[in-house]
C-alpha cells in the first residue's frame, strides 16, 4: 500500500537517491533535493544493499522514481521535514474549525494566533493543488 507525503521544510530536504546496484561496489547513487510542497508517493517496493542497507521507492510529484534509505526517509518524518498529506489535511480543517470559533467567541488573541497557522497550511495545501492538478 502506498503512503502519500508532503515536503514540509521550507528550505527544501536533500536525499540520497540509489539508482542502480546491490553491491556498495557497484552503486549509482546521487542527490534530489526535494522542494517545500513536493507529493512523495512511498511505495510498497523495497531494495536492499549488501553493506549499506535497505533503500525504498519513493515517487516524487508522479515524476521522478528514486530509492532513498529507508533511515533517510524515518529521519525526515521524525524531525517533521515531511508529513502525512492525510495529516496535513486533518490539521488543516481543524484549525479552520477553531477559526470559526474563536470568531463565534470573539476571542482575538485565539484568533490571531491560530489564523497564522491556518494561512501558513493554506498556502502548502494551494501548492498541493496545484501540483497535483498538474500530474
Not at 55 to 60: K, S
Amino acid at each position: 500500500m502506498e503512503s502519500y507525503f508532503v515536503v514540509t521544510n521550507k528550505n527544501g530536504i536533500k536525499v540520497q537517491c540509489l539508482y542502480y546496484g546491490n553491491k556498495q561496489d557497484n552503486i549509482v547513487s546521487g542527490v534530489e533535493t526535494l522542494k517545500y510542497g513536493d507529493i512523495l508517493t512511498v511505495a510498497d517496493y523495497g531494495k536492499y544493499v549488501f553493506g549499506i542497507g535497505w533503500y525504498i521507492l519513493i515517487i516524487v510529484n508522479e515524476e521522478i522514481n528514486c530509492f532513498v534509505p529507508i533511515k533517510i526517509l524515518e529521519e525526515a518524518i521524525n524531525s517533521n521535514n515531511i508529513q502525512l498529506m492525510i495529516e496535513l489535511l486533518t490539521e488543516h480543517i481543524s484549525l479552520s474549525y477553531q477559526l470559526d470559533k474563536a470568531l463565534e467567541y470573539k476571542n482575538k488573541e485565539l484568533f490571531l494566533c491560530i489564523s497564522n497557522k491556518h494561512r501558513h497550511l493554506q498556502s502548502l495545501i494551494e501548492k498541493i493543488s496545484l501540483i497535483s492538478s498538474a500530474l
